[in-house]
């Protein structure tokens, strides 16, 4: 079980957003805590409008290779255990 912390909920419209403040959390089966890196500024994306970009709301990593990706209709959930913006795990 994977959860997300964001301080910013901005329609981005294709935009990276949020602070070093977001986070990523596991629940199970353990419980632990990615905090943000500081080497990239990649925390949050939310896109629902632009259809030229992803739309979706997304954590840390990059357009197309997000670190927790979730699609515009939640038909699609992605998670990676590594990018630039949250601790690995």
């Known amino acids: 079980v994977f ?8 329609e981005g419209n294709g935009l990276f957003g949020g602070s070093a403040e977001c986070l990523l959390l596991s ?5 632990q805590m990615y905090r943000a890196t500081g080497k990239s500024k990649n925390y ?3 896109n ?3 259809k030229r970009m992803p ?3 997304g954590f840390g990593g990059q357009l197309g290779n997000f670190r927790l990706w979730f699609g515009a209709e939640l038909e699609e959930c992605v998670i990676s ?9």
Do not use: F, K, Q
């Not at 997300?4 to 901005?10: I, P, R, S, T, V």
């Not at 629940?27 to 419980?31: D, G, K, R, S, V």
């Open 81 to 89: 255990n590594n990018d630039a913006v949250y601790a690995a795990g």
């Open 44 to 46: 949050v994306y939310l």
């Open 55 to 57: 739309r979706g709301l």
């Open 3 to 10: 959860a997300a912390l964001a301080d910013h909920w901005e």
């Open 27 to 31: 629940l199970w089966p353990t419980m």
């Open 48 to 50: 629902s409008r632009n």
